[in-house]
């Protein structure tokens, strides 16, 4: 059984910085796309950024320059760096995982983070 762990979040006032983790847990063949989701309070779930197993991260929109996607392949390992935190970043964070081969994708629990001073 494939699990995804979370960690990281939390509050930070803004301007501040947190990195969220998110790693691979049980038997798998192969991780392919991992991407980070997130959710504000009322909101749609919108995309915040993915990365390929080869690399190639990418960040949606307002949150380029200020957070940075990254993966330890070698651990199945996705970090969200997150920089210059503004109130309106406050939303529950979601890790979701694709596999090479029939494993389906995985989605992470969650991890609350809030932005406010």
């Known amino acids: 059984q494939v699990q995804l762990v979370e960690s990281g979040g939390g509050l930070v006032q803004p301007g501040g910085s947190l990195k969220l983790s998110c790693a691979v847990k049980g038997s798998i063949f192969s991780v392919g796309a991992m991407t980070w989701y997130r959710q504000a309070p009322g909101k749609e779930r919108e995309e915040v950024g993915n990365?390929?197993?080869?690399?190639?991260?990418n960040i949606v929109g307002s949150m380029e320059g200020r957070f940075t996607i990254s993966r330890d392949n070698a651990k199945n390992i996705v970090y969200l760096q997150m920089n210059d935190l503004k109130p309106d970043d406050t939303a529950v964070y979601y890790c979701?995982?694709?596999?090479?081969?029939?494993?389906?994708?995985?989605w992470g629990r969650g991890i609350p983070v809030t932005v406010s001073s």
């Open positions: 979701n995982v694709h596999y090479d081969g029939p494993t389906p994708e995985s």
């Open positions: 990365i390929i197993r080869s690399g190639y991260p």
